[in-house]
């Protein structure tokens, strides 16, 4: 796919990618097969891409490197996905690619748009830890 190229191509020899050292392959993840028409998805080292969903939530390609990130915190912290912890430990290796900004656009998006009503308050909670981490980074460089 060429937007995990241009992913790889941006962020593979990135420190943060060398220290988290991960075998991933990234998989299409086909219409006939979302049955749960999920955006990404991870399955062990496996990561899963619907460019059908992606389209359809108008993501940037900033987003959309953003989601990767995500999908490849889950590798390197093993953890699955719509627990409260392990989402936020996948997003922070997001935030620290640089992409925390891009993933919570993502989130917003995901609140916006009405398809996750039961998980509005993780949503928030999600985007609040987000902006922390973006606070004490600057904190750090201030
Ligand atoms: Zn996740």
């Not at 937007?3 to 990135?14: L, N, P, R, T």
């Not at 990234?26 to 991870?42: P, Q, S, T």
């Amino acid at each position: 796919m060429a937007i995990v190229d241009k992913f790889i191509g941006m962020y593979g020899d990135s420190p943060v990618m060398k220290r988290n050292a991960m075998k991933v392959i990234f998989r299409k993840l086909r219409a006939e097969d979302n049955n749960y028409k999920d955006i990404m998805a991870r399955l062990g080292n496996e990561v899963y891409i619907s460019e059908e969903e992606v389209a359809k939530f108008g993501f940037t390609e900033a987003e959309i490197y953003a989601a990767i990130a995500h999908e490849l915190g889950h590798v390197v912290y093993a953890t699955r996905g719509w627990d409260p912890d392990c989402e936020q430990r996948a997003d922070s290796f997001s935030a620290e690619l640089g992409l925390g900004e891009f993933m919570i656009n993502i989130i917003e998006k995901l609140i916006y748009c009405r398809r996750y009503p039961r998980q509005v308050s993780q949503f928030v909670a999600r985007i609040h830890y987000l902006q922390n981490i973006a606070n004490s980074n600057r904190e750090m460089i201030g």
